[in-house]
């Protein structure tokens, strides 16, 4: 008896300590389901781009609030939608769709939303970012001026890249875009630079071998690899881009450098034609809808470089557009021209005969320009891309006719060797002080008297010489960024010495 009665008084005391609270809940109901697409009525105030929570008898199933319309509101699963039914109950998070970010990130390889999917378990999450963000001001931006050096001759000579810049690389399918935005990654190694890879679309084997590559050349340590395969659904392929320049805004807004590359847009696109035509919303020119411009300038956009105000850090973009046949006035890489700060061309033609990177010199621009690049490479670079222009053209001329006078055989012979200069294997990227050394040797004639077909051969031993023998030439090179006369004069004598020697 004495023990209910203790009971009984506890429950009092607990009756008088309870106060009684009140949580307001949107609930809604799934009213059509299909297609990865879920129309739910009853959440009037869900906001765009906010999550969602789908109950099933499997359990949970998330979701993101795309179409809101008066009666009802589209919703895209994120998930897998076979268990959804009509009547299901479907609440509200009142938080938007976003994506864990921080320095455990990098060396993963995660999904659209963040989650790990290479199989080594959950990872530290310093913060969450909306994947949908407005873009740095024009106040807090800064302009571009310290290069992003991607390793390839090419591009770093001519078609310089400046942290905070926007560089499409476009090309048909296997010309080698994704040859150069993961030379560019491996080439960031001891720079500082943190790198974003978004695969969208892509096959999952091809995206574990560039995995397998970058582990390899001990990149995985500073990039993040963000996938969303050919095989999943085509709301995660729409997200994936997002998710990957949210991942790289938080480093930069740490003050730090970063790189992200979307490869590639086209898929991205065509990803969200598929949602946008399953929300009903009206189809436009191809049957994209009439925002997909919008799509793509609110993420590129993002990528800026930030002011000291600001913390001074950068975020550098390479989307990636795959062309049919060459055709670069098609709807959707017109429209990412437009968006960008210029663009690297791949030829199919030049990747066949052999010169890869396969890059057209003539379609192919920066808009940053010499702005973005060391001193010593715009001494030598300056008039680089008028030789090739010239030597294309005049190639192109002699064909016609074996008669030619010495200055136009003259230049058609130094083209040739800058053309085998710029060649280069994949996954090979090149110190910019080595760049440097091998066209100061081709412009200036030093390798006029070397075979044609053994320029590649001077190219690999001299880069050889360049790390063992004159390795303190090197070293000014790669310290001081600029050709002092002095330098220049041993930089010569090395090249002299060792061609002679080459020649004999």
Not at 356 to 381: D, E
Not at 451 to 477: D, M, N, S, Y
Request: aromatic share 6%; net charge neutral; hydrophobic share 45%.
């Amino acid at each position: 008896m004495a023990d209910t009665h203790a009971v009984i008084e506890q429950l009092k005391e607990r009756l008088k300590a309870y106060t009684p609270s009140v949580t307001a809940e949107e609930v809604g109901t799934v009213i059509v389901v299909g297609d990865g697409i879920a129309q739910v009525s009853g959440l009037s105030q869900v906001g765009a781009m906010e999550m969602v929570d789908i109950a099933t008898t499997g359990g949970k199933v998330a979701g993101v609030a795309l179409n809101l319309e008066q009666s009802k509101c589209g919703v895209v699963v994120l998930d897998d939608a076979h268990g959804i039914k009509v009547g299901d109950t479907v609440r509200a998070s009142g938080r938007l769709l976003s994506v864990p970010v921080g320095a455990g990130v990098l060396g993963r390889v995660v999904d659209a939303l963040g989650r790990p999917v290479d199989g080594r378990g959950p990872f530290k999450a310093e913060k969450f970012y909306p994947v949908e963000k407005i873009a740095p001001g024009v106040i807090t931006r800064k302009s571009v001026d310290t290069p992003l050096q991607t390793g390839v001759i090419a591009i770093d000579a001519i078609i310089p890249i400046g942290r905070g810049q926007r560089e499409l690389i476009i090309g048909d399918r296997q010309t080698g875009k994704t040859a150069i935005a993961i030379d560019a990654i491996i080439n960031q190694a001891g720079q500082g630079v943190q790198c974003i890879y978004v695969a969208i679309g892509q096959k999952e084997s091809k995206v574990a071998k560039l995995v397998e590559k970058l582990r390899e050349a001990g990149a995985m340590e500073y990039t993040v690899v963000v996938s969303a395969p050919a095989a999943a659904p085509a709301a995660l392929q729409y997200l994936a881009p997002y998710a990957g320049c949210a991942i790289g805004e938080y480093f930069m807004e740490q003050g730090k450098d970063a790189l992200v590359v979307y490869d590639d847009l086209s898929k991205h696109a065509v990803a969200y034609r598929e949602i946008s035509l399953l929300l009903k919303r009206p189809p436009g020119r191809e049957a994209f809808p009439g925002d997909v411009f919008y799509l793509h300038s609110r993420l590129l956009e993002r990528a800026a470089r930030l002011n000291n105000d600001h913390g001074g850090g950068s975020l550098t973009a390479l989307p990636i557009i795959e062309t049919q046949a060459g055709d670069i006035s098609a709807y959707i890489p017109t429209n990412v021209i437009s968006i960008t700060d210029g663009q690297i061309y791949l030829e199919s033609d030049l990747f066949y005969q052999g010169i890869r990177p396969a890059l057209n010199v003539g379609l192919s621009v920066s808009r940053v320009g010499s702005a973005a690049q060391i001193k010593a490479m715009k001494k030598v670079a300056g008039k680089l891309r008028l030789d090739l222009a010239q030597f294309r053209e005049l190639a192109a001329f002699a064909q016609f006719g074996s008669d030619l006078d010495a200055a136009t055989r003259q230049s058609i012979e130094r083209g040739a060797r800058i053309t085998e200069i710029l060649k280069q294997p994949q996954y090979a990227p090149l110190p910019v002080a080595q760049q440097v050394a091998v066209l100061y040797a081709v412009i200036n004639g030093h390798l006029d008297g070397v075979a044609l077909e053994r320029i590649g051969e001077w190219k690999t031993q001299f880069l050889v010489q360049l790390g063992t023998r004159h390795r303190a030439l090197g070293e000014q090179l790669r310290q001081q960024r600029e050709l002092a006369p002095a330098l220049e004069e041993q930089m010569v004598a090395a090249i002299k010495e060792f061609t002679a020697a080459f020649t004999k």
